[in-house]
């Protein structure tokens, strides 16, 4: 199967510091990449769709200045989370597709801690 | 937005067979997929339906029903290891995916 590679698998950041992680498909090339928020025992909460060389599609209550996305190229988005608290704390998980037809793969996912 | 429901917890024994329902309602529908989410790793893909019927991959199956916004994983032979989160997912109009709250399930001995 398709392999998506995320990194870091862990951080922790001080307040007020911004992170950046990276989500790369590895043996395809990827259209549009999700980024989800999972939080304890919760769901995978859409945060936003980005489709390569356009502006990521932001849900509803997700700050699109803190939450910076960037799909410059076919293999690569990158989700920097800026000026972090420690509400921000969470599991960050990307995923990838190389078309509206095909599932989504999923990277292995970065827990985020803020201190 | 979307609305996907399935049931919070199950817990059966090694060797039975476990039903996991799950309910949508989407703006538009391209899709549903059950993923296995150990704690604190990524989901990985289980299934795919996008037709109404049953898709059998080994020992497990899932089942749609695209008039009914229902759809069901099956698990058979459970074993200890199959003790995960199983998240539904439905793709909408828009081709986004969507999940569940995910239903745990406990296997014992």
């Known amino acids: 199967g398709a392999v998506v590679s995320q990194h870091p698998s862990w951080v922790i950041c001080k307040s007020g510091t911004s992170v950046k992680i990276e989500c790369r498909s590895l043996d395809f090339q990827a259209t549009t990449m999700f980024w989800y928020r999972q939080f304890p025992k919760q769901s995978l909460m859409l945060m936003a769709t980005s489709n390569e060389g356009s502006k990521a599609t932001y849900e509803q209550g997700v700050e699109k200045d803190k939450f910076l996305i960037n799909h410059a190229s076919l293999t690569l988005s990158t989700l920097t989370v800026t000026s972090a608290h420690p509400e921000d704390s969470s599991f960050y998980i990307c995923?990838?597709?190389?078309?509206?037809?095909?599932?989504?793969?999923f990277g292995q996912g970065t827990r985020l801690t803020v201190v | 937005g979307q609305n996907i429901d399935q049931p919070t917890e199950m817990t059966a024994t090694e060797g039975a067979i476990v039903q996991i329902n799950c309910t949508y309602q989407?703006?538009?529908?391209?899709?549903l997929f059950w993923y296995q989410q150990h704690a604190g790793e990524a989901p990985t893909f289980l299934s795919y339906?996008?037709?109404?019927g049953l898709e059998e991959k080994g020992r497990f199956s899932s089942f749609l029903s695209r008039s009914k916004g229902y759809s069901y994983l099956l698990l058979k032979e459970l074993q200890m290891k199959d003790s995960a989160s199983y998240l539904c997912a439905v793709r909408d109009g828009d081709y986004k995916l969507s999940f569940g709250a995910g239903t745990t399930v406990t296997v014992r001995a």
């Open positions: 995923s990838a597709t190389t078309g509206r037809t095909t599932e989504a793969f």
């Open positions: 989407t703006s538009g529908f391209n899709g």
């Open positions: 339906n996008v037709l109404d």
